[in-house]
């Protein structure tokens, strides 16, 4: 039990040393992650639809 107690002592520790992203940091990262995967669906999109009307013309 000794060694459980130990161990989330350390980890309080260590967490009290993380350097946390402000809330601007944080919006900021969203917003790219958001535009990218946007981007990213549409253009897989687009390439798919391309693929699937080519396959259509092959064997028409």
């Known amino acids: ?11 309080v520790g260590e967490l009290r040393k993380v350097t946390w992203p402000t809330r601007g ?4 990262s969203v917003k790219v992650v958001l535009v990218s995967t946007i981007f ?3 253009t897989l999109g687009f390439l798919d639809w391309l693929f699937v009307e080519g396959m259509r013309l092959l064997f028409k």
């Open 1 to 11: 039990m000794k060694k459980i107690i130990q161990f989330c002592k350390e980890c």
């Open 25 to 28: 940091e944080v919006v900021a």
């Open 40 to 42: 990213l669906a549409v």
